[in-house]
């Protein structure tokens, strides 16, 4: 199995390491190509605008949006969940707001319980986003002050922190999971 980590900007070494210390080979995703036969994809912390220029600049959006609609197991952290919306790739039905919780000086850790997934997670928050809007079919996993910062939809996680940073490995644990059950349905 390989799990594809975006790889223009952003915290992707520190994902690679976590997914390979899971015993997962990772393939960094920089163009189109790299997405050729892996079974999941993180899209890490970072600069949402530098991303985006890179995405556009790599030709990345509609391979990367392709990729996610056909039920590709995704994991987006803090830039990564802003990247998923409505404005970005448009593979998640929310709406973010960047910054949400305030600049680098308000960055945070606060406990978490994401339901069914993570109980007692120690959540580090950089410069954080927060789901503004939903859709429907939109999971509500955590809340920060009664907002937003954890959602699923179908095989999309999408978190407005960086579980790649404090040692915990259950999310990606649930993509890898995911990816598993999505090769042996293949």
Do not use: Y
């Amino acid at each position: 199995m390989v799990i594809g980590v975006l790889a223009l900007q952003g915290d992707f070494e520190a994902h690679r390491k976590v997914l390979e210390g899971l015993g997962t080979d990772v393939r960094e995703v920089r163009t189109p190509a790299d997405l050729e036969g892996i079974q999941g994809l993180v899209i890490p912390g970072g600069e949402s605008t530098t991303m985006t220029l890179g995405i556009e600049r790599e030709g990345l959006a509609e391979p990367l949006r392709d990729l996610v609609r056909n039920g590709t197991p995704t994991l987006g952290t803090c830039a990564g969940q802003i990247m998923l919306d409505r404005h970005h790739l448009d593979v998640l039905d929310v709406t973010t707001e960047r910054n949400a919780f305030g600049r680098q000086v308000k960055s945070f850790e606060a406990d978490l319980d994401l339901e069914g997934l993570a109980e007692g997670m120690r959540a580090v928050f950089i410069r954080a986003p927060w789901v503004e809007e939903r859709g429907e079919g939109v999971e509500v996993l955590a809340e920060v002050d009664g907002h937003p910062v954890a959602v699923r939809q179908d095989d999309i996680l999408a978190v407005a922190f960086h579980p790649e940073i404090d040692g915990d490995t259950r999310l990606h644990e649930w993509l890898l999971e995911r990816a598993q059950n999505g090769k042996e349905r293949a």
